[in-house]
């Protein structure tokens, strides 16, 4: 068995090739055509937003890079590299960090166990215990409830380990399915303000979020999708004068 | 294929140090030994009851003793003996009556019990030594102790043992439950045959029930427990171990290898049969893999029936299988003759597969399990391969069964499709459900009691109760069959238990907080549109 995880992280792309690219991706459900023709680009360490209504297809998109679903026809390159008939497991280890929709945590595992799952495809001890650190230095109260069981925590508490034990794979691209969903104004302004942070300290962020607002505000670019179609793109500033932005999405 | 870190399957690793210690082990521990004391003491007290019937008259318990008249000291000593098994026998009771109060024990009445434990211990050795080295029979009045037989002698021993350490060493014993465990378990599972010489009967339970229950049981609960698949079916990879032993090691096909090479041959077997019916089920989960693997532990029963492919030897199965002869410098062992040497064999295997099996859930691949129980599309996610976590589950736990499986060909020498019946999956399943699925120390406690149940007292309870109604003038109490009456002991068990201790006997901590909380996640399968 070769040991994927050993393997140095992804070499930084030559500049010019985008960390992320999807090319007229298709997915189905079933019969259920969730996804039809998206294209979209995430370059090295931007934060980009993925906007839309409920089931619009956001979260299908998530799934298919990270892998979890296949797409019918389309690309999906990362760094260049066409990944979308990987495995999820794969992909994770490629450094794509999923924190999905809900949270999802094992929540009859303590907060330091999921964490440590995040790590579950690495075997560098010292990089684990390091990320560890970097991660309860981003999260303070994770930290207090390490040894708390996670289905006991409150929401925002969950959010913050979701996306710790995504970065937890120390992942240079990082999927964020709706962080904002459920959580109080003011946890949700905190967890905002530490993606921004981590976005800062170098990871690449691909964020989902209804919350057009405050997705836009976060990111420096986005794409609107509608019944599983890109609608508009262009830079947050762009898309947060656009009348019909405004009047889908910001309720203006 | 990603590395499933098999290699440190020995080399126990906990990558979180500060991991806790699943609640309430050392607690559990503590009502083995005090439970485990009582029922010791009381079994060595009415042995000839339990370990075989009265009518077979080869000695006598402390009882008899007792019940002639008192004339000598010994039987003073006995009688003592006697107040000792009551103390022993209501103690736990009185746990129960301090935590009912949320109240620690008071010191003092540790310090009495643990006084009368050393004291029984001290009086058990001289009643031994002056029947046994010195032979003085006299003391003992007209039914001497020199006739009470070695097992109750043992029992009471160890029964004492167990009570002096339980009340004396409590906080060593919650502490490091599993030291304490294997310094008293262990010992006394290897001299358990030196204790029943007596009554060989019993070892062939202790090996043969006893010890192929539990590896049966250890087995499914990788599958069932570890990775939380519901397996039915799982008496057929014990039939395909079976059946290698019995093909490989026997007349029928004049083949005849050592028993030692085919039990791990006959996990190899079981453990590919267990990846191909793994594959197929792997989108499937709960009812529906349960239903799946019902099948499959018809359909191997089924083709040992039709005698597939002239190997199985169709309904009556094989027969005439080797017992190993095992020749050492000093002296030649016959398996078939002395039944001990099976038990030994057995014993070191259970142990064996209790450490490997320990590891293994501590490892990564028991971590992923638990992760693949909690939430598939998660555990996906973050790197875990389902796939093969799942099939390697499927695959550890019908190997155990396929070991366990050509033991048991070698124990009995004839192993025919009956043996393999829906009934033994369910007895298997039954096992881990009430001793506490998913915790080792549970399925082992949970093999204990429901193979000592089903296998041993509902088997000797038409005696007694024969005994019983010649004594009180029922007659008619000899007429029951008892054996009769094994599922109503199975389903008035489980709903005991899950009135009374959903989780099992020992619950594992996940368990315990199912049962407290959360419901299941969606699956894997859901998500991808495919289920
Ligand atoms: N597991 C599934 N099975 C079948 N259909 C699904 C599944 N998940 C999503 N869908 C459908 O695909 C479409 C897109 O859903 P989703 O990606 O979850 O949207 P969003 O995240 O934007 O709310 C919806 O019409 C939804 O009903
Ligand atoms: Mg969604």
Known sequence: MTDTAAVPRQAPAPSGVPVLELRDVDVSYGRVQALRGVSLTVGEGEIVALIGSNGAGKTTTLRTISGLVRPSKGEVLLRGQPIQGMGAEAIARLGVGHAPEGRRLFSRMTVRENLDMGAYSRKDRAGIRDDFERVFALFPRVKERSSQLAGSLSGGEQQMVAIGRALMARPTLLLLDEPSLGLAPIVVDSVFEVIREINQGGTTVLLIEQNALLALNTARRGYVLETGEVATQGPSQELLHSPDVQRAYLGM | ?531
Not at chain 2, 245 to 265: Q, R
Not at chain 2, 313 to 323: A, F, L, R, T
Not at chain 2, 365 to 386: C, F, P, Q, S, Y
Not at chain 2, 420 to 443: A, E, H, M
Request: hydrophobic share 50%; aromatic share 10%; with cysteine.
């Open chain 2, 1 to 531: 294929m990603p590395s499933l870190g098999l290699g440190r399957l020995l080399t126990r690793e906990r990558v979180d140090p500060t991991a806790r210690r699943p609640r309430g082990a050392g607690t559990s521990t503590f009502w083995i030994f005090s439970i485990g004391s009582a029922t010791l003491l009381f079994m060595g007290w009415l042995l000839p009851w339990f370990v075989r019937p009265t009518s077979s008259g080869i000695g006598y318990s402390p009882m008899d003793v007792v019940s002639s008249a008192p004339t000598g000291i010994g039987t003073f000593l006995v009688y003592l003996l006697g107040i000792g098994m009551l103390v022993m026998v209501l103690s736990p009771f009185a746990e129960l009556f301090y935590r009912a109060r949320k109240r620690a024990v008071p010191e003092r009445l540790d310090q009495v019990r643990v006084l009368i434990a050393v004291f029984g211990l001290v009086s058990t050795v001289v009643v031994f030594l002056l029947t046994r080295v010195i032979q003085e029979e006299q003391l003992f009045g007209p039914i001497d102790a020199f006739t009470i037989t070695d097992s109750a002698v043992w029992l009471t021993m160890v029964g004492y043992i167990l009570a002096a350490t339980a009340y004396g060493l409590r906080g060593w014993v919650i502490r490091r439950p599993t030291t304490a465990f294997a310094a008293l378990a262990l010992p006394v599972g290897i001299l358990l045959p030196l204790m029943f010489h007596q009554a060989p009967v019993f070892i062939l339970w202790a090996a043969g029930s006893l010890g192929i229950y539990t590896l049966l049981a250890l087995g499914l609960n990788v599958v069932v427990g570890f990775a939380g698949l519901l397996d039915l079916g799982y008496a057929a990879f014990f039939a395909i171990g079976a059946y290698t032993c019995g093909s490989l090691a026997s007349p029928k096909h004049s083949i005849h290898l050592p028993l030692w090479v085919l039990i791990f041959l006959g996990a190899a077997v079981a453990s590919m049969f267990g990846a191909v019916l793994g594959a197929p089920t792997l989108r499937l989960r709960g009812d529906y893999l349960a239903i799946v693997t019902l099948g499959f532990g018809e359909i191997i029963p089924d083709l040992a029936t039709n005698n597939i492919g002239k190997l199985t030897g169709g309904p009556d199965g094989i027969s005439s299988i080797d017992q190993p002869i095992v020749h050492l410098p000093f002296a030649t062992i016959n398996f078939g003759i002395n039944k001990e040497w099976y038990y030994w064999s057995v014993l070191l295997v259970v142990i064996v597969v209790i450490v490997l099996l320990r590891n293994l859930e501590h490892s990564r691949v028991g971590r992923a399990w638990v992760a693949l129980r909690e939430d598939e599309v998660a555990a996906a996610a973050t790197g875990i391969n389902t796939t093969s976590t799942k099939l390697l589950a499927f695959a550890i736990g019908a190997s155990v069964s396929g070991l366990a499986g050509a033991f048991y060909g070698s124990i009995v020498t004839i192993v025919s499709p009956d043996d393999f019946s829906f009934s033994v999956s369910v007895s298997i399943l039954s096992i881990i459900v009430l001793g506490g699925i998913g915790n080792i120390t549970g399925v082992i406690v949970g093999s204990f009691v429901l193979t000592f149940v089903i296998f041993w007292m509902l088997q000797y309870l038409n005696e007694w109760s024969a005994t019983l109604g010649q004594t009180i003038n029922v007659p008619s109490l000899g007429n029951i069959d008892y054996s009769q009456y094994t599922y109503m002991i199975y389903g008035v068990a489980l709903i005991l238990m899950m009135l009374l201790r959903p989780g099992g006997l020992i619950p594992s901590r996940a368990r315990q907080i199912e049962l407290t909380s959360g419901g299941e996640e969606e699956s894997l399968a859901a998500v991808q549109g495919i289920a």
